[in-house]
């Protein structure tokens, strides 16, 4: 099948940032393609989420759907490849037969960490090598994704010196754009674009929902979650901490940006706004695949994880979250939210406003 079944429903898909773990939204992407209902009309991504949605976009532009399957399959091959040679942290046979897929316990991963704690990229790294931009450049052909027509792109940066989200849309991307969607601060240099320094998408867009308010026609925006939005048990040992707070500093933007959709559901709703008013806001349809369950049982540490196994692990469990959504979920689509935007996200104390 190399396009969507005719009548296939319209939306924006917004795919989180989150290193190795973006594997599991290829895998939610595959399965969404293969099911062939649904047609993205936009992307909104964010560092892992920024590469899946160009190598998506160019694979589609230049293969159909079953090209954009194909092109994200060798994608993700290569960038396995890349991190077993170039990775600082290495699972060890005995760990994975001790500990599973995660790596809570790596020693690898407590150098690394301690490593780029104590030197920045500038001493560690001085010409900046990053592989990550190597397999990208073999994959898409920024010049020809620039006049894609068939699929809107919309991927963030923060801007270092602002401290502000930069969006870059398609005309504008380049291997620098995703590199600079891409970058964590204490592992590479901030990305310099037109005399501006830019680091990881993550901490003000992971990734921005905005864009599609005012660029697209879809109304319903599917957000593919990376990090998982809640735990079931407070963390309490240092690495259980430090995997908590990386979640929840990237997931805050995205946080904010849900509470915003609720809070204007809430005035189109109740009949706030003047009639003359109504049509400057446009009522959005959100749906969310959640990663909760599906990587309930991995951390931070394994975001730096890059062997094959375990990436095509994560696309299987990818696949079989996206399965179950749309099975719950398809019917939905363009006629109603799949989430409760009130009860999850406009709440003050422990009382819902409205």
């Not at 920024?50 to 954009?68: E, I």
């Not at 919309?154 to 401290?163: E, K, M, Q, W």
Request: some cysteine; proline content about 5%.
């Amino acid at each position: 099948m190399n396009g969507v079944i005719h009548g296939a429903r319209r939306v924006n898909l917004a795919l989180q940032g989150g290193g190795a773990h973006g594997a599991f939204a290829w895998g939610v992407l595959d399965r969404l393609l293969e099911d062939g209902r649904i047609e993205v009309e936009g992307l909104s991504g964010t560092s892992a989420g920024s590469m899946n949605a160009v190598v998506y976009a160019y694979g589609r532009l230049t293969g159909g759907v079953d090209g954009a399957r194909r092109a994200l399959a060798a994608f993700w091959k290569d960038v396995s490849d890349a991190g077993q040679r170039y990775s600082p942290v290495r699972r060890l046979p005995w760990e994975q037969f001790l500990f599973g897929w995660n790596m809570e316990h790596s020693p690898a991963f407590e150098a690394f960490k301690l490593v780029t704690r104590a030197w920045s990229p500038y001493q560690l790294n001085p010409l900046n090598f990053n592989p990550l931009r190597e397999v990208l450049e073999q994959h898409v052909d920024f010049g020809e994704l620039n006049g894609c027509q068939n699929t809107k792109l919309f991927l963030s940066a923060t801007n270092v010196r602002t401290g502000k989200v930069r969006v870059f849309n398609t005309p504008e991307i380049s291997a620098d754009v995703v590199m600079a969607s891409a970058c964590l601060p204490h592992l590479f240099q901030a990305v310099e674009i037109g005399g501006e320094h830019y680091w990881d998408g993550g901490y003000m867009g992971n990734p921005s929902l905005f864009p599609f308010f005012y660029n697209t026609d879809a109304r319903d925006i599917v957000i593919v979650h990376i990090n998982p939005v809640e735990r079931p048990a407070p963390p309490t040992l240092p690495n259980e901490i430090f995997n908590r707070i990386n979640e929840i500093s990237f997931n805050s933007s995205l946080l904010k940006e849900m509470r915003a959709i609720a809070f204007v559901h809430k005035l189109l709703d109740e009949g706030w706004l003047k009639d003359e008013y109504r049509d400057r806001l446009k009522y959005v349809l959100v749906h969310s695949i959640r990663a909760d369950a599906a990587l309930s049982d991995l951390s931070v540490a394994t975001k730096f994880a890059y062997d094959w196994p375990f990436l095509t692990m994560l696309r299987d469990r990818g696949r079989a979250t996206a399965g179950e959504w749309l099975a719950r979920n398809f019917e939905h689509i363009g006629n109603r939210s799949t989430i409760d935007l009130r009860k999850e996200f406009l709440q003050i104390g422990g009382e819902h406003v409205g």
